[in-house]
């Protein structure tokens, strides 16, 4: 069964040095004193640990230890230019784990343009956006991504491991999601942005901010767009003065709805000996009630933004294995 759970930075430490592959979450007072080895992380302090333990801590790591059958890791860096190849260098059989701290010149390229990168969901690749210390100060926090390939934390770079599996395993990416499309107003753009000012409420151009003022919106709660049948989040998180803050862009030609929850949709399974890794947005922590409701099998660390081969917001991710078929 794949280890999922807190540690100490000294048995942390110790997994690295008798050569474990893992994936690990923590402040980075805890992961910049980790030895090199095969390993990736990024920042946070919040986690949950089977049953619903809602832990916020800056002096243990969340580790994630890679199956035994594992073929072989390979940890690369990314930057803004480089992110794009992403998906080709993604393994044929296994998948990626990619870690890129918020707003960081990686992320902002990946979260606008990631389809259209070569070889775009060819492969599974997933993974987080590296938070600070709260939902409430993002945008002041330092956030990083670091690895052991020489342990160098970065604000302005991404890190990926690159996992091979053997042949008669295969890897399956999942997306938990129980919001769906309210029955309101569609919300469509004629820009992309992360930062909203205009929009066309039911064809009317207005502003964004003041509609949601009148109808009484409250952040937090997403926009859904259905892309192809899948139901993607975009998150609001704030309203100030005539712009709307977003936690991933938005997109023209799309038609965005305020969520309602899909009360028909079961929590996932969490805890599985197939389960390889999850992660959970923070906006998903911070509300106890959902916590309760839709996440008492998580163990994994929460994020800043969901990666399932686009950049996501207030969903859960998590990779599954299985056996090939033959």
């Known amino acids: 069964m794949t280890m999922k759970k807190l540690f100490s930075q000294e048995e942390t430490a110790s997994m690295i040095r008798e050569g474990k592959h893992l994936l690990l979450a923590g402040d980075i007072g805890v992961l910049s004193?980790?030895?090199?080895?095969?390993?990736?992380?990024?920042?946070?302090?919040?986690?949950?640990?089977?049953?619903?333990?809602?832990?916020?801590?800056?002096d243990k790591i969340f580790?994630?230890?890679?199956?035994?059958?594992?073929?072989?890791?390979?940890?690369?860096?990314?930057?803004?230019?480089s992110i794009r190849h992403?998906?080709?260098?993604?393994?044929?059989?296994?998948?990626?784990?990619?870690?890129?701290?918020?707003?960081?010149?990686?992320?902002?390229?990946?979260?606008?343009?990631?389809?259209?990168?070569?070889?775009?969901?060819?492969r599974p690749v997933c993974g987080w956006v590296a938070g600070g210390y709260s939902k409430a100060t993002i945008l002041t926090d330092k956030c990083y991504a670091a690895s052991g390939a020489g342990n160098r934390p970065f604000t302005d770079k991404a890190v990926a491991m690159h996992i091979t599996f053997p042949e008669n395993k295969y890897a399956e990416l999942c997306i938990f999601n129980p919001y769906k499309q309210g029955t309101g107003d569609e919300i469509t753009f004629d820009y992309s942005s992360m930062i909203a000012k205009d929009a066309f409420i039911n064809g009317k151009k207005r502003n964004l901010a003041a509609y949601l003022r009148e109808t009484g919106f409250v952040p937090n709660v997403p926009f859904v767009a259905n892309y192809a049948g899948a139901m993607l989040n975009?998150?609001?998180?704030?309203?100030?003065?005539?712009?709307?803050?977003?936690?991933?862009?938005?997109?023209?030609?799309?038609?965005?709805?305020?969520?309602e929850i899909d009360g028909n949709i079961a929590d996932p399974e969490l805890t599985g000996s197939?389960?390889?890794?999850?992660?959970?947005?923070?906006?998903?922590?911070?509300?106890?009630?959902?916590?309760?409701?839709?996440?008492?099998?998580m163990n994994g660390p929460v994020v800043y933004g969901e990666i399932a081969y686009q950049l996501l917001n207030q969903t859960t991710v998590y990779v599954t294995s299985g056996d090939v078929q033959r």
């Open 33 to 58: 004193g980790l030895p090199e080895g095969n390993w990736i992380g990024g920042t946070t302090t919040f986690f949950i640990q089977r049953p619903s333990q809602r832990i916020n801590s800056t």
């Open 63 to 81: 580790v994630c230890e890679l199956p035994e059958y594992v073929v072989k890791t390979v940890i690369r860096e990314y930057d803004a230019a």
């Open 86 to 122: 992403i998906y080709t260098d993604a393994p044929e059989n296994g998948f990626t784990v990619l870690i890129m701290p918020f707003n960081s010149p990686p992320s902002r390229e990946f979260a606008f343009n990631a389809g259209s990168f070569s070889d775009f969901a060819a």
């Open 234 to 259: 975009v998150e609001c998180f704030a309203i100030e003065n005539d712009e709307v803050f977003m936690a991933a862009p938005f997109f023209p030609g799309i038609t965005y709805k305020i969520s």
């Open 274 to 297: 197939e389960i390889i890794f999850s992660v959970t947005c923070i906006v998903n922590y911070m509300n106890p009630d959902f916590c309760e409701r839709y996440l008492t099998k």
